[in-house]
């Protein structure tokens, strides 16, 4: 079955340090691979998506995301972070055949210190 | 493009009464998925169709769930005899089939409190 397991429910860090979201993944096949970002009373905005070409992948707002297959991980990460960065943060797998469903991780929640 | 939009944003209702939920996805996407969100967690799926097609449905969308696509385009998610536990974020997304990696795309979900 595939799954997703994101490490911390919460990360904390200072406006212009770097960001670390961790992510593992369940999957029997080669998957798909997303982050999804959550805005306090916004919907869901993709960041990044992983679907077999390059491992290292760049999304939106400076985030990039790495897909390592030996690891099974998929850890966002962002060089310098922004107080707007501060939101929940989601690692999806998506079941192309089963339709495109996504199956998504508890949750990250980013806090940005000034 | 407007976005995949859903209405009404919050819903406030009395335990025992049926509510009904809108999406309207992004015109040319042929694919429309349902995920309910608690506080804290994550979105689960709940069912998608296809055109006006519903293909899965989820172990979690009991008998009192009912979800409907007409002419392929809009969808609407029922809910009779509602419960608490039935208080949720209800998100739509839509898509463009294409396999692997096609991108769902998400409407401001509706809050639902059932009190």
């Known amino acids: 079955a595939q799954s997703v397991t994101q490490l911390d429910s919460h990360v904390s860090v200072s406006e212009g340090t770097p960001v670390l979201l961790r992510c593992n993944y369940s999957s029997s096949y080669s998957p798909s691979l997303f982050w999804y970002v959550q805005h306090p009373n916004k919907g869901l905005q993709l960041l990044l998506k992983y679907t077999s070409a390059a491992t290292l992948v760049k999304g939106i707002n400076g985030f990039e995301a790495e897909f390592k297959k030996s690891e099974t991980s998929f850890h966002l990460t962002k060089p310098s972070a922004h107080m707007s960065d501060a939101a929940e943060y989601f690692c999806v797998v998506s079941l192309y055949n089963q339709g495109g469903k996504l199956i998504f991780g508890q949750g990250t929640e980013l806090s940005v210190k000034p | 493009d407007t976005g995949v939009s859903q209405n009404p944003r919050h819903k406030i209702t009395k335990r025992g009464q049926n509510v009904t939920f809108r999406c309207d996805p992004i015109?040319?996407?042929?694919?429309l998925y349902w995920y309910r969100q608690t506080l804290g967690q994550g979105p689960e799926f709940l069912t998608y169709?296809?055109?006006?097609?519903?293909?899965?449905k989820s172990r979690l969308l009991s008998d009192r769930f009912s979800a409907e696509r007409p002419k392929g385009s809009f969808s609407t998610l029922e809910i009779q005899r509602t419960e608490q536990g039935d208080s949720a974020m209800y998100l739509c997304?839509?898509?463009?089939?294409?396999?692997?990696?096609?991108?769902?795309?998400f409407g401001p979900g509706t809050r639902l409190l059932v009190l």
């Open positions: 169709f296809q055109n006006e097609a519903q293909l899965e």
């Open positions: 015109s040319e996407h042929n694919r």
């Open positions: 997304a839509s898509s463009q089939s294409r396999g692997r990696g096609e991108t769902q795309y």
